[in-house]
C-alpha cells in the first residue's frame, strides 16, 4: 500500500525557510519521479519541484526558482523540499505526491498535506 506522508509545515515569517519531509512506504521509491504540490485557498493545485529517480534533474515553475530546492534520500525513501526566502504567496498546503504503474495503470498517490503560513 503506497503511502506518503508529509511533515515540517509551519508558521514562518516573511523572508525565513522551511523544510519540507515526506516518507515514502508501498512502492519502490528510487524508481519513480517525486513531486511537491501546492494549492492555496481558491486556488489550483500547481506544482512546485519534482525530481527525478536519482536525482539527477530537478525542475521547478519560475515562481519559486531560485528559492526552493527538491532533494531524495533512496536509502531512506524520503524526498524533502527546501524553502528559503518564503514569501506570503507561498502559503498554502503542501502536498507530496507520485505516479506509479499499478495492474490497473498508472496511479496518482498524493500524501495528506501540510500547511504552510507565510506571515509576520
Known amino acids: 500500500q503506497v503511502q506518503l506522508v508529509e511533515s515540517g509545515g509551519g508558521l514562518v515569517q516573511p523572508g525565513g525557510s522551511l523544510r519540507l519531509s515526506c516518507a515514502a512506504s508501498?512502492?519502490?521509491?528510487?524508481?519513480?519521479?517525486m513531486s511537491w504540490y501546492r494549492q492555496a485557498p481558491g486556488k489550483e493545485r500547481e506544482l512546485v519541484a519534482a525530481?527525478?529517480?536519482?536525482?539527477?534533474?530537478?525542475e521547478y515553475p519560475d515562481s519559486v526558482k531560485g528559492r526552493f530546492t527538491i532533494s531524495r534520500d533512496n536509502t531512506w525513501n524520503l524526498v524533502y523540499l527546501q524553502m528559503n526566502s518564503l514569501k506570503p504567496e507561498d502559503a498554502a498546503v503542501y502536498y507530496c505526491?507520485?505516479?506509479?504503474?499499478?495492474?490497473?495503470?498508472?496511479?496518482?498517490?498524493w500524501g495528506q498535506g501540510t500547511q504552510v503560513t507565510v506571515s509576520s
Open positions: 508501498g512502492f519502490t521509491f528510487r524508481n519513480y519521479v
Open positions: 505526491y507520485t505516479r506509479v504503474p499499478t495492474d490497473l495503470g498508472p496511479r496518482d498517490y
Open positions: 525530481i527525478t529517480p536519482f536525482g539527477g534533474t530537478s
